[in-house]
C-alpha cells in the first residue's frame, strides 16, 4: 500500500530545521533504503513536504511521524497521512 505524509512546516522553518536537518535526513534515508520511502521532498516555494511511503498501514507512517526530530522538535507543526491509490508506477 502507498500513503502521501504532508508536511506543514513552522513559518520559520528554514530557520528552524538546520540544528535537526540531519537527524532528519539520516531518518528519512534509513526508510528509503529499507523500501519503506519512496520519495521524499519539499515544495518550491519551501511551504510543506510530501514523503511518499511503500507500507503496510498508516500506522507505519505515523511511527516515522512521532520519531521524526522536524515534529518532535516543531519545525512540522501539522501534518496529514493519506492512503494513495496508485493507478500507474509503482
Known amino acids: ?4 505524509l504532508l508536511y506543514d512546516p513552522a513559518p520559520d522553518y528554514l530557520e528552524r ?3 535537526f ?3 532528519h535526513l539520516a531518518l528519512v534515508r534509513r526508510l528509503h533504503a529499507q523500501g519503506r ?7 518550491t516555494p519551501p ?7 511503500r507500507v503496510d498501514s498508516a500506522a507505519e507512517v505515523e511511527a516515522f511521524v512521532k520519531a521524526d526530530p ?5 519545525v512540522v507543526t501539522g501534518w496529514r ?3 494513495w491509490a496508485v493507478v500507474v508506477g509503482g
Do not use: K, W
Open 17 to 19: 530545521r538546520t540544528p
Open 1 to 4: 500500500m502507498y500513503f502521501a
Open 37 to 43: 520511502i519512496v520519495m521524499a521532498g519539499a515544495f
Open 81 to 83: 497521512v493519506r492512503e
Open 70 to 74: 522536524y515534529v518532535q522538535n516543531r
Open 47 to 53: 511551504d510543506g513536504a510530501l514523503l511518499v511511503f
Open 21 to 23: 536537518r540531519e537527524a
